[in-house]
């Protein structure tokens, strides 16, 4: 069973390409404001949260959409990342003096909040952001310094419903940013020595955060020029004028750090490093800022002092924010990361006339994307090219959220921090080949464009971003982790599993195999499960074995251990099912 079970996920490669290949859209946007049945409770919860609970579902279907999605507004997380991180350095001190928080407490912030904390959409669009404007763990700087990394989400935390412009500026004045893409202590050009501003951020801003390579109209498509080419958005000149603009930024410097000089300030110089430089956003050293003209964006500026430097940069971000590009490039891949992976233009459109009415809202942008009728109605579900294969991360929790769970991290009564300790999740062999805040560069796990070589999506045109992370590996890895996480739990605290799954109300059912996978269809796949994997799972576990009690009862050890089998195949089938597996 085991062999099949992984053939049928190895092939699940291929019928990726398949299920998403479709064309074709139904025009319209969505009137009513409840669901009609389970199935498109769960499709808009799964578009908006880490995986609908049964709670959640019984609250939407209760309020409707309007009102879910008002209240998860409305929310505030739990807790910053920046408590959680002090927090669990003074935990990790209390348990070994020599300790201390690092970035394996950024992951746990990261999964504790996606698993518990009611304020879902807020930190499921913080992940969707955070997967456009890339910073990762895996800089050696920020991997040495993860509370740069707990300030960058605490940044994105607090901007995620503000206006686009607003979260340009907190993104590009970010102290990780900064480190990240190496425009923290850009010094202007001198030509006596042959320096030049670093062009890095200039160059990922406009390709990734806000206009990208290409023009394009308003439904997301590319404008051609006279070649029959995509026409590009900017060019090497703009890249090396915006250079200059991002020149004379680098890390706060507080009271704490006033009596160091300018110079070590700049530098980063370990004898001025304040220790609010993590949390608060870069400043300005206008001894450093370029002064020479420049131009970019058919924008220019003269030569001026470097007093300039705050000017500069405000009209750097009004010219990217006010580029025509933005709305469609942006809505295109907050779409992409919540909702479908092939997203027809004219719901791109419809987005970004949002993002164009509202001046970039984001709530008003995230409203649209989640009410748009192509996200809530029922008939779209039926087409190839409705929804994205799930990424990893996407997998493990709304595999966790579908049952109970508990850990010892989540006990109330007492003082530590609430905290499920899933740490790294990022190997392939061995766990489910994707970690939070670890992409392996500024273009994120998978690029928003990526096609398979030679698939049947490339010849329609079609794209499957979350495919680039697909491999023979990670598939047996992630039939494996499932299997485990089933077993043992997942996590650490305390020398225990962080979390580990409260499987009794399956155990009840598994008496009935057809009620137990009625369970796994409802929980994990929103009632919608074909015949064909109902029947193969009905016949799977009708062939483990249990036990009649007998007259002592003196088995109830035997026979709950074969319920428990029963309901661990019949999760580990769905989970690893393409109908799980591809978000719908």
Not at 141 to 160: K, S
Not at 194 to 210: H, K, T, W
Not at 339 to 368: C, D, H, I, M, W
């Given at each position: 069973m085991k062999i099949g079970m992984i053939g049928r996920w190895l092939s699940c490669i291929g019928l990726c390409a398949l299920l998403l290949s479709g064309s074709g859209c139904v025009v319209g946007e969505a009137e009513k404001d409840f669901p009609n049945n389970r199935s498109e409770a769960w499709r808009f919860l799964n578009h908006a949260t880490f995986g609908p609970t049964e709670a959640d579902v019984a609250h939407l279907n209760t309020v409707g959409y309007t009102a879910w999605l008002d209240e998860q507004f409305a929310m505030v997380p739990e807790t910053t990342y920046r408590s959680f991180m002090e927090r669990r350095d003074a935990e990790l001190k209390v348990d070994e003096p020599a300790n201390k928080s690092r970035f394996e407490q950024v992951v746990e912030g990261f999964y504790t909040g996606a698993l518990t904390d009611p304020a879902q959409l807020r930190h499921r669009v913080v992940f969707a952001l955070s997967e456009i404007f890339v910073v990762s763990l895996s800089n050696v700087e920020l991997n040495m310094r993860p509370t740069l990394v707990a300030g960058y989400i605490d940044t994105l935390n607090a901007n995620v419903w503000a206006d686009y412009r607003t979260l340009l500026e907190a993104v590009t004045k970010s102290p990780a940013m900064g480190v990240y893409l190496t425009f923290r202590g850009n010094q202007k050009e001198d030509p006596s020595i042959g320096r030049i501003p670093d062009e890095n951020y200039a160059r990922e801003v406009m390709q990734l955060f806000s206009i990208g390579l290409h023009e394009l109209n308003m439904d997301g498509t590319s404008v051609m020029g006279a070649n029959g080419q995509p026409k590009v958005s900017y060019t090497s000149e703009d890249v090396q004028g915006l250079a200059k603009i991002f020149t004379g930024w680098s890390f706060y410097r507080g009271p704490s750090v006033a009596s160091q000089t300018e110079e070590a300030c700049f530098t980063g110089n370990i004898t001025c490093l304040d220790p609010e430089a993590a949390?608060?956003?870069m400043v300005a050293?206008?001894?450093y800022h370029s002064t020479s003209a420049t131009s970019f964006l058919n924008v220019s500026l003269p030569a001026r002092s470097g007093s300039a430097l705050q000017a500069d940069l405000k009209i750097a971000l009004d010219t990217l924010a006010s580029h025509k590009n933005v709305a469609p490039f942006f809505s295109r891949q907050l779409i992409q990361r919540l909702v479908t992976s092939n997203p027809s233009p004219a719901y791109v459109s419809r987005v970004a006339q949002k993002f164009v009415a509202t001046n970039g809202n984001l709530k008003e942008v995230v409203k649209a994307i989640l009410m748009d009728d192509e996200a809530l109605g029922s008939p779209y579900r039926a087409l190839d090219s409705d929804g994205k294969l799930r990424e990893p991360i996407l997998r493990l929790t709304a595999l966790l959220r579908a049952f109970t769970f508990t850990g010892p991290g989540l006990q109330t009564g007492t003082q530590r921090v609430k905290n499920v300790g899933i740490r790294s999740t990022s190997d392939a062999s061995l766990s489910f080949g994707q970690s939070p805040w670890y992409s392996p560069s500024v273009f994120n796990?998978?690029?928003p464009g990526y096609v398979p070589p030679q698939s049947k999506s490339a010849s329609l045109g079609m794209v499957l971003p979350e495919m680039q992370i697909a491999s023979e590996i990670s598939v047996t890895g992630y039939v494996n982790s499932v299997k485990s996480v089933l077993d043992n739990g997942i996590?650490?605290?305390s020398n225990q599993a962080g979390v580990r799954l409260v499987l009794t109300e399956q155990r009840l059912l598994a008496n009935t195999p057809d009620d137990l996978v009625s369970d796994m269809s409802n929980r994990l796949l929103g009632g919608i499960m074909t015949l064909a994997l109902r029947k193969d799972i009905t016949t799977a576990i009708s062939t483990i074995p249990v036990p009649v009690?007998?007259?002592?009862?003196?088995?109830?050890?035997?026979i709950n251990s074969a319920l428990d089998?029963?309901?661990?195949?019949?999760?580990?089938m769905t989970?690893?099912?393409?109908?799980?597996?591809?978000?719908?």
């Amino acid at each position: 069973m085991k062999i099949g079970m992984i053939g049928r996920w190895l092939s699940c490669i291929g019928l990726c390409a398949l299920l998403l290949s479709g064309s074709g859209c139904v025009v319209g946007e969505a009137e009513k404001d409840f669901p009609n049945n389970r199935s498109e409770a769960w499709r808009f919860l799964n578009h908006a949260t880490f995986g609908p609970t049964e709670a959640d579902v019984a609250h939407l279907n209760t309020v409707g959409y309007t009102a879910w999605l008002d209240e998860q507004f409305a929310m505030v997380p739990e807790t910053t990342y920046r408590s959680f991180m002090e927090r669990r350095d003074a935990e990790l001190k209390v348990d070994e003096p020599a300790n201390k928080s690092r970035f394996e407490q950024v992951v746990e912030g990261f999964y504790t909040g996606a698993l518990t904390d009611p304020a879902q959409l807020r930190h499921r669009v913080v992940f969707a952001l955070s997967e456009i404007f890339v910073v990762s763990l895996s800089n050696v700087e920020l991997n040495m310094r993860p509370t740069l990394v707990a300030g960058y989400i605490d940044t994105l935390n607090a901007n995620v419903w503000a206006d686009y412009r607003t979260l340009l500026e907190a993104v590009t004045k970010s102290p990780a940013m900064g480190v990240y893409l190496t425009f923290r202590g850009n010094q202007k050009e001198d030509p006596s020595i042959g320096r030049i501003p670093d062009e890095n951020y200039a160059r990922e801003v406009m390709q990734l955060f806000s206009i990208g390579l290409h023009e394009l109209n308003m439904d997301g498509t590319s404008v051609m020029g006279a070649n029959g080419q995509p026409k590009v958005s900017y060019t090497s000149e703009d890249v090396q004028g915006l250079a200059k603009i991002f020149t004379g930024w680098s890390f706060y410097r507080g009271p704490s750090v006033a009596s160091q000089t300018e110079e070590a300030c700049f530098t980063g110089n370990i004898t001025c490093l304040d220790p609010e430089a993590a949390y608060q956003p870069m400043v300005a050293y206008p001894s450093y800022h370029s002064t020479s003209a420049t131009s970019f964006l058919n924008v220019s500026l003269p030569a001026r002092s470097g007093s300039a430097l705050q000017a500069d940069l405000k009209i750097a971000l009004d010219t990217l924010a006010s580029h025509k590009n933005v709305a469609p490039f942006f809505s295109r891949q907050l779409i992409q990361r919540l909702v479908t992976s092939n997203p027809s233009p004219a719901y791109v459109s419809r987005v970004a006339q949002k993002f164009v009415a509202t001046n970039g809202n984001l709530k008003e942008v995230v409203k649209a994307i989640l009410m748009d009728d192509e996200a809530l109605g029922s008939p779209y579900r039926a087409l190839d090219s409705d929804g994205k294969l799930r990424e990893p991360i996407l997998r493990l929790t709304a595999l966790l959220r579908a049952f109970t769970f508990t850990g010892p991290g989540l006990q109330t009564g007492t003082q530590r921090v609430k905290n499920v300790g899933i740490r790294s999740t990022s190997d392939a062999s061995l766990s489910f080949g994707q970690s939070p805040w670890y992409s392996p560069s500024v273009f994120n796990f998978f690029r928003p464009g990526y096609v398979p070589p030679q698939s049947k999506s490339a010849s329609l045109g079609m794209v499957l971003p979350e495919m680039q992370i697909a491999s023979e590996i990670s598939v047996t890895g992630y039939v494996n982790s499932v299997k485990s996480v089933l077993d043992n739990g997942i996590g650490k605290v305390s020398n225990q599993a962080g979390v580990r799954l409260v499987l009794t109300e399956q155990r009840l059912l598994a008496n009935t195999p057809d009620d137990l996978v009625s369970d796994m269809s409802n929980r994990l796949l929103g009632g919608i499960m074909t015949l064909a994997l109902r029947k193969d799972i009905t016949t799977a576990i009708s062939t483990i074995p249990v036990p009649v009690a007998n007259e002592s009862n003196t088995n109830t050890a035997d026979i709950n251990s074969a319920l428990d089998k029963r309901v661990n195949a019949a999760i580990l089938m769905t989970a690893v099912s393409p109908e799980f597996l591809i978000q719908k």
